[in-house]
């Protein structure tokens, strides 16, 4: 329902006040009348409803990491030519199939491996669905890897999307 004016308590010129709330807010200041702290006492549960949807709306973007990539984004740097795609599952994953030109390194044998990779040249890591390819980015970080990127929902994403792959 729109905001009218003279609705409420009161009766000054340009107070609005809105019928959808529990009881009436004139959104003009008064004497004494702290608005804000009136309307969050009188609606506090459309407050925590506001709020917790609001939050479920942002959990996807807020949890999702700085590093992720989606299937564009990656091929759009692998088509660039200057990436390296390191695949961390284990031999059985990698060998039911993989990205093309995928160097397969297990994330256990990772810190030890490491300079098998390119320092200089960004590297795209993927798991069958991410939080392995998570591990070994931190892995890589620390190891002095400048760029280095977890392909977001790892292998069987890539898959679902009818990209290339190799086996």
């Known amino acids: 329902m729109p905001l009218a004016a ?43 409803i506001a709020l917790v949807s609001g939050g479920a709306l942002a959990w996807p973007t807020l949890s999702r990491s700085k590093l992720s990539l989606s299937t564009l984004q990656a091929t759009q740097l692998l088509n ?3 990436a390296q ?33 390119d320092k200089a040249r960004p590297v795209l890591v993927v798991c069958q ?6 591990r070994a980015a931190g892995q890589l970080m620390r190891a002095g890897f400048a760029e280095v990127f977890i392909l977001d929902g790892g292998f069987a994403e890539w898959q679902s999307q009818g990209l290339p792959t190799a086996k």
């Open 6 to 48: 003279s609705e409420g308590p009161c009766r000054r010129p340009r107070c609005y006040a809105t019928l959808i709330l529990t009881k009436p807010l004139c959104l003009q200041r008064h004497a004494g009348n702290g608005i804000a702290v009136k309307f969050l006492i009188d609606n506090i549960w459309l407050v925590l």
């Open 85 to 117: 795609i390191l695949d961390v599952r284990n031999a059985e994953e990698f060998g039911a199939g993989h990205l093309r030109n995928a160097r397969h390194i297990p994330v256990d044998e990772l810190v030890a491996r490491a300079g098998e990779l």
């Open 80 to 82: 660039q030519g200057k």
């Open 129 to 134: 669905s991410g939080p392995r390819a998570q």
